[in-house]
């Protein structure tokens, strides 16, 4: 887009002002007329916000769940219904399912799947994006083009079924291709996100190119951040941890002293209290570096909060978990650590810069829906979850505008800064009533026109 001009808008934190774009970035700020030839919205009072980013995805994965069948709750609650849904599935090769949780069926082996879909190779892949599980024709497929892995489970010698931790593997024995990403893209541009984090742990050089190609191709709207492999070179340094398979400490100080020596900060997946001490103990170990993060905070006392703060930690959150997954969290988790399940208001409080991600596909790419949580602490049976840790409509929308690569500071629009907008059809005090995806009237990436709202028509677009 050459030019635009965004009149009649209710600036984030301004107030009323209209709004020059030139060279994918803001021009002017104030009272300005259209030149010729200068594309127009009328934001008609609606208000202007930065593009909202998505700080921890897993953007190839969500784009192959179109593919997937989901085998989890709240759709999948029994065997008997995982069986329906396989069984129904249309075609004759692979069956991938996702979101697969033990109380569906506990952690079934091959035998157990072949007695439910027994004809078509199957791998489903468990909710915490940690293992796959597969029947005997899966197996035998996989096995076929590839020697098996360490991190495929065996009894008595013989495969169970059970691959923990051995996605680069399997990506290789399936010789797929990586995915298009230009569905997943606008679906995130229609709820106004202008960029993300992909948080993948394996992402490497290889990954970086495919993402490079699709944004050059324009199937990926959104600006991009990595994390990855120390191989990837750039980005946060990515350390998956699982509490059943802790790696060995004196491993993870050299992979952070590593990674740090690289001048690349550290972003830690701790959904539980486990693997929390473990990282915290690491990085007090290695020594922090400006940047560090952890992932999800799925379980943090006020004595970790505290020890995270004096590091100079950033948390990346999920809201929507509270929403999506707290009955089953009701259920699973023990009862004297339902309190501190996700944690919000008390890392504010603490001086912790907070920010959210969707970590799409295992949780909704919706991030209204993630400040509605945020909001509510509600459970979808309508239980309430700590409700001392909810936030303001600001806080929520908050962990959207943090700077990707500085989550201590909020970006602002201000001239110089890139073009990057979520403008919404309402003034903000009416908008934090509603707080839901519909406010979205048009996204614009770089200058450029990404998304705008069914029926929206603008001068010159």
């Not at 002002?17 to 104030?30: N, Q, S, Y």
């Not at 809201?319 to 089953?328: K, L, S």
């Not at 303001?392 to 505008?401: D, G, K």
Request: aromatic letters at 6%; charged letters at 20%.
């Amino acid at each position: 887009m050459a030019g635009l001009l965004i009149k009649n808008a209710e600036v984030w934190q301004r107030g009323s002002a209209d709004l020059r774009v030139a060279g994918g970035r803001i021009a002017e700020i104030g009272s300005l007329s259209p030149l010729a030839g200068e594309a127009v919205i009328d934001a008609d009072g609606g208000a202007l916000l930065p593009g909202l980013h998505d700080h921890h995805i897993h953007l190839a994965a969500t784009a192959v769940r179109r593919q997937s069948i989901v085998c989890g709750p709240p759709e999948v609650r029994s065997i008997e219904q995982l069986a329906e849904r396989l069984q129904a599935a249309p075609g004759s090769g692979w069956l991938r399912g996702i979101l697969y949780h033990e109380s569906v069926g506990g952690l079934p082996d091959a035998r157990a799947l072949d007695a439910i879909c027994g004809e078509r190779p199957l791998r489903i892949q468990h909710r915490s994006g940690r293992m796959w599980l597969f029947n005997s024709a899966g197996l035998d497929e996989v096995l076929r083009h590839a020697a098996a892995p360490p991190g495929l489970e065996t009894d008595g010698g013989r495969p169970t079924g059970r691959l923990f931790d051995e996605d680069t593997w399997l990506r290789s024995a399936l010789g797929g291709s990586p995915p298009d990403f230009g569905e997943v893209s606008r679906e995130l541009a229609a709820f106004g996100v202008t960029g993300m984090t992909d948080m993948s742990p394996a992402n490497d050089r290889g990954t970086a190119a495919h993402f490079a190609a699709q944004q050059a191709s324009g199937n990926l709207l959104q600006h991009v951040l990595l994390a990855g492999t120390l191989a990837l070179g750039s980005g946060s340094a990515k350390l998956h941890l699982h509490e059943n398979a802790l790696p060995v400490f004196d491993e993870v100080v050299a992979f952070i002293r590593a990674a740090h020596g690289q001048g690349r900060p550290l972003a830690s997946h701790c959904t539980t209290e486990t693997e929390l001490v473990f990282t915290l103990a690491a990085l007090a170990e290695a020594g922090p570096l400006r940047g560090d993060r952890i992932e999800h905070a799925g379980i943090a006392r006020d004595a970790h909060i505290a020890q995270m703060a004096d590091l100079g930690l950033a948390v990346v959150g999920q809201p929507h978990f509270i929403a999506e997954r707290g009955d089953q969290y009701l259920t699973d988790v023990e009862p004297e650590l339902v309190p501190f399940l996700y944690r919000q208001a008390s890392f504010l409080k603490a001086g912790i810069p907070l920010a959210a991600g969707s970590d799409a596909p295992f949780g909704s790419t919706d991030p209204w829906a993630a400040m509605r949580a945020a909001m509510s602490r509600r459970t979808a049976g309508g239980a309430m979850i700590a409700e001392e840790e909810a936030l303001s409509a600001e806080e929520a929308l908050s962990l959207y505008l943090a700077d990707p690569n500085d989550l201590t500071r909020q970006r602002q629009i201000e001239v110089g800064a890139s073009a990057d907008f979520c403008l919404l059809n309402r003034p903000w005090l009416a908008a934090r009533q509603v707080m839901d995806s519909s406010l979205v009237r048009a996204t614009i990436i770089g200058g450029d026109l990404v998304h705008q709202a069914p029926g929206e028509r603008f001068a010159g677009i």
